[in-house]
Nanobody
């Protein structure tokens, strides 16, 4: 089973920053499309961002300007930095692996991803 592992979540105060990480011990992330999704109870999983193998990235309109996705090939990691956290940023964040080219459509739809991590929880108190 393909394994992706997210980390970096926790309880964060509004206005602070947070960096989530996605890594794998089984394959090289820089050979694949990687996406980040967020889910809160009772709602569908929401596409946040994706990054292509070439480094091109897209973001959902709700997070543009505050979220930044990047690769660290040396660490085999894809990170999602969240600046100026808001209460609405809370949820479980999942990273996922796919084989498409990142675009606005690919960032938004879980259909393009075939392997998922277990998620990391981000809590932002109101």
């Amino acid at each position: 089973q393909v394994q992706l592992v997210e980390s970096g979540g926790g309880l964060v105060q509004p206005g602070e920053s947070l960096t989530l990480s996605c890594t794998s011990s089984e394959f090289m992330l820089d050979r694949y499309l990687v996406g980040w999704f967020r889910q809160v109870p009772g709602k569908e999983r929401e596409g946040i961002s994706c990054i292509s193998t070439a480094g091109g990235a897209h973001y959902s309109d709700s997070v543009k300007g505050r979220f930044s996705i990047s690769r660290d090939s040396d660490k085999n990691t894809v990170t999602l930095r969240i600046d100026t956290l808001r209460a609405e940023d809370h949820g479980t964040y999942y990273c996922a692996r796919g084989s498409s080219v990142c675009s606005a459509v690919v960032a938004a739809r879980s259909y393009f991803y075939h392997h998922w991590g277990q998620g990391t929880q981000v809590t932002v108190p109101t």
